[in-house]
């Protein structure tokens, strides 16, 4: 069984810093790749990072290249996406999802957290 747990989010202001995180077990962080989505309201969920551990590879969604960064902490089992430059329009529900596969399409993506409150204010 694949559990996902998120923590982190909150209220920032445009241009500051914030760092989600995604806690699971050994297994999974080492079997499946691990992924950052997020849904604004009336939006569609859209991919944001992802991370395959086994084969040192990450990748993200244009939006937000070089400003988004994905890691994985090995003793902690933990992932997590430190988000810099914040801007309004990154304003979201945030979730952490894994899958076997590699891909940025969300329909592929079975496991999912709760999800975590992201809001940038201007």
């Known amino acids: 069984q694949v559990q996902l747990v998120e923590s982190g989010g909150g209220l920032v202001q445009a241009g500051s810093s914030l760092s989600v995180s995604c806690a699971a077990s050994e297994r999974t962080i080492s079997n499946y790749a691990m992924g950052w989505f997020r849904q604004a309201p009336g939006k569609a969920r859209e991919f944001v990072a992802a991370i395959k551990r086994s084969a040192g590879i990450t990748n993200y969604a244009d939006s937000v290249k070089g400003r988004f960064t994905i890691s994985s902490d090995n003793a902690k089992n933990t992932v997590y996406l430190h988000m810099n430059s914040l801007k309004p329009e990154d304003t979201a529900v945030y979730y952490c999802?894994?899958?076997?596969?590699?891909?940025?399409?969300?329909?592929?993506?079975?496991?999912w957290g709760q999800g975590t409150q992201v809001t940038v204010s201007s």
């Open positions: 999802a894994a899958t076997a596969l590699w891909s940025t399409n969300v329909a592929l993506w079975p496991y």
